[in-house]
């Protein structure tokens, strides 16, 4: 079992950091990542992907689009596989959860996304 407080308060810090490498110091090489954000980036095409490479793209992407993108962080849950991060994201004032399963190296090997939807 991680620290799922230690954890989140990492991953988000290097999120507002914008620091590419230490933000995928959190993934597997193997990562797979299901987001409608994902979907939105890929033209509809998919709202999964997979591999580090892709991963790094696809965030490069999003802080190349929304240079002020930040997050604040409003919870952590934690599961016997990996941290749920519960935050605020200042594009489009959305509120997210993100669900990590982390393999045997405390690397996220899948990655669920949500976002709250207003109304």
């Known amino acids: 079992m991680i620290d799922a407080e230690a954890f989140a308060r990492e991953w988000v810090a290097a999120f507002n950091a914008h620091d590419l490498?230490?933000?995928?110091?959190?993934?597997a090489e193997d990562v797979r990542?299901?987001?409608?954000?994902y979907l939105e980036f890929a033209g509809g095409v998919s709202d999964e992907l997979t591999g580090l490479p892709a991963l790094k793209h696809y965030f490069r992407t999003a802080f190349e689009r929304y240079p002020d993108l930040r997050f604040s962080m409003l919870e952590?849950?934690?599961?016997?596989r990996g941290p749920c991060i519960r935050y605020h994201t200042n594009l489009?004032?959305?509120?997210?959860?993100?669900a990590f399963e982390l393999n045997a190296c405390r690397k996220a090997a899948r990655v669920l996304c949500h976002y709250v939807v207003s109304g």
């Open 92 to 98: 489009g004032d959305r509120v997210a959860l993100e």
């Open 76 to 80: 952590v849950a934690e599961g016997s």
């Open 33 to 37: 990542l299901i987001s409608p954000i």
């Open 21 to 27: 490498n230490r933000i995928l110091s959190h993934y």
